[in-house]
């Protein structure tokens, strides 16, 4: 069962603060989070009000979503399709993303890592020609 409270709770969570400073932030009163956590839902004002200030949306925060709409299509559909995968393939998956991160990801440290292979294929050559 999902409870409103452990969702916001773990958003907040992820992005740094408490559901407290959200609350102030937002003027809505810091004693709501009392009932939420005691299984109350806030009503729909209130919902859209958080959902907003979070860039989220009101379905997610009501737990009618596995994933927030913050991500795009295309992560969307990454995710529904890893979450079928039995855990071997998820696995599989996650070792196809690391090798790609690896090939393509990052730009400035592949060419770091070619210049490294140039510099000793370079040296290694020089001590062949030395020979």
Avoid at 85 to 105: F, H, M, P, W
Wanted: one cysteine or more; a positive charge; hydrophobic letters at 35%.
């Amino acid at each position: 069962m999902f409870m409103f409270y452990d969702i916001l709770n773990n958003i907040c969570k992820q992005n740094g603060y408490t559901i407290t400073n959200l609350l102030k932030k937002l003027n809505i009163s810091t004693s709501k989070s009392t009932a939420w956590k005691n299984g109350s839902t806030p009503n729909g004002e209130i919902i859209i009000k958080i959902a907003d200030a979070l860039n989220i949306s009101a379905d997610y925060l009501l737990g009618r979503e596995q994933v927030p709409s913050s991500l795009s299509d295309l992560e969307k559909e990454l995710i529904k399709y890893f979450r079928s995968l039995d855990n071997s393939g998820q696995t599989a998956v996650l070792r196809t993303a690391k090798n790609e991160y690896l090939i393509r990801g990052s730009n400035a440290q592949h060419s770091r890592i070619v210049e490294s292979l140039k510099k000793q294929d370079c040296a290694e050559d020089s001590k062949v020609e030395q020979k």
